[in-house]
């Protein structure tokens, strides 16, 4: 009865209350700065501003109080592709790359497999890269109730309204579609115990029948599909019935204040990151 | 009436519970049933939540997990809106096997840009998962949009 239980594995960044700097800083605040952060992170090739991305991301996450353990516990059913994904890059990747602040050089070389400074480098910063998005996601999500997420995300994008950017409307689908996640997880649920009631094989996956696979998928995705366009139905019905509008003119139930430590998490994320961006060819390794 | 909007909403949703090749079909089929906006829209939404759920780490970077995914919608709109008149099925197949595509080269042309796979396994990876996903999201489409498309000249037209 296990493979029913769908609800248990839907954690789209679970919200982990408390009270720490991290969980007080505005919702618009921390995607700022989670947004330079991540470009930071994806334009730094070398050992040494990754293993400084590293212990700054580290830091933050201690300052939140998310357990460390928590942030990697999801990671463990992934592990044999992780690993499986950087023995591939070691092994075949040693001449496509050439090694930020090094000469290229081989370490190893047997028929086809070529180990280079390069594909070491490059396995060794795309693990450290990794880990810091995971903290930062972690950071973001964890920290975050999701309808805070989503109102920063609104206020955020209101000035691009001028030139005719739905932003009221993109932060409505956004939440919609967060709000029915759990509900539409759990039609899923009744759906899958309806079919396999009716003897529908619905787990037994075939490697290369794919056709099979196919229509297994599709005896649970049209249903669940129909039911969710009658649900949206339902609620534009709805909401026509009380005269919503859409945003124009349109007050919030939430309010987002930024306070003074809003401001210095801004400036120190800014100064951070352009430091970062500017000196990134400078450094030695 | 914007409040067609809210419809969106629903769309992304079933990728949550979905497995790994089916995740991109809600995009395609956003992108046939109300255009390429919608289809945007859901493929950047799918972008963030595979994300946001990365746990390998090629999927950890915003430049293979989001960028190619806003384009599903964006392509599979555009197959079905160029085929539409020859014949609606034919369209529907195009969308997805346009779409799909749109989504694993993507993906793995990013990957390797990136230096998370070499150009070898990707071509191998593109092969081996490539034609199934592309024959899974075909017949999930078409069973989806016929369906829907039934239900809906069954009651009463949907107001959009």
Not at chain 1, 184 to 195: H, N, P, R, T
Not at chain 1, 243 to 271: E, H, K, N, P
Not at chain 2, 125 to 137: K, L, R, S, Y
Request: aromatic share 10%.
């Amino acid at each position: 009865l296990e493979d029913f239980e769908l609800l248990r594995h839907i954690t789209i960044g679970q919200y982990l209350p408390g009270d720490s700097i991290i969980h007080r800083l505005d919702p618009r605040t921390k995607l700022t700065v989670f947004l330079m952060l991540t470009l930071v992170a994806a334009f730094s090739l070398s050992y040494t501003a990754n293993a400084i991305l590293l212990t700054a991301t580290l830091g933050l996450v201690l300052a939140s109080g998310i357990p460390i353990s928590y942030i990697f516990s999801g990671l463990r059913p992934a592990l044999p592709f992780i690993v499986a994904l950087s023995v591939l890059q070691l092994l075949f990747y040693g001449d496509a790359y050439t090694p930020y602040g090094m000469a290229s050089q081989t370490l190893f070389q047997w028929g086809w497999i070529h180990v280079t400074n390069g594909s070491v480098q490059l396995v060794i910063v795309s693990l450290m890269r990794f880990v810091v998005l995971l903290f930062l996601t972690s950071l973001l999500t964890n920290t975050t109730p999701m309808n805070d997420l989503t109102h920063g995300m609104a206020s955020m994008l209101s000035p691009f309204q001028r030139v005719g950017l739905p932003a009221h409307e993109l932060s409505l689908v956004g939440t919609i579609a967060l709000r029915f996640v759990p509900l539409l997880a759990e039609q899923l649920e009744v759906i899958l115990k309806a079919q396999a009631s009716r003897g529908a094989d619905t787990a037994g996956r075939g490697r290369l029948r794919f056709v099979t696979t196919a229509r297994q998928a599709a005896v649970l995705i049209v249903p669940l599909f129909a039911d969710a366009f009658r649900r949206a139905e339902d609620l534009v019905l709805a909401m026509e019935a009380r005269c919503y509008t859409g945003g124009r003119g349109r007050s919030s139930y939430v309010r987002l204040r930024f306070g003074w430590i809003d401001y210095v998490a801004l400036a120190i994320g800014l100064a951070f990151s352009v430091t970062m961006v500017a000196m990134r060819n400078w450094f030695p390794v | 009436m914007l409040l067609g909007w809210t419809r969106l909403g629903f769309i992304p949703v079933p990728t949550a519970a979905g497995n790994a090749t089916i995740m991109h079909v809600p995009a395609i089929i956003g992108g046939v049933m109300e255009g390429w906006i919608v289809g945007a829209i859901v493929g950047t939404l799918f972008g963030i939540f595979s994300f946001i759920n990365a746990v390998v780490p090629m999927f950890k970077d915003p430049l293979v997990a989001i960028l190619p995914r806003i384009f599903i919608g964006i392509t599979a709109a555009g197959a079905f809106f160029a085929l539409r008149r020859f014949h609606i099925l034919v369209a529907l197949v195009a969308a997805a096997t346009v779409g799909t595509l749109t989504n694993t080269l993507g993906v793995l042309g990013m990957a390797v840009i990136r230096g998370y796979m070499p150009l070898n396994v990707a071509i191998v990876v593109a092969v081996t998962h490539g034609i199934p996903e592309i024959v899974v999201a075909s017949i999930i489409t078409l069973a989806v949009v016929v369906a829907w498309r039934r239900v809906e000249t069954g009651r009463q037209k949907a107001k959009m």
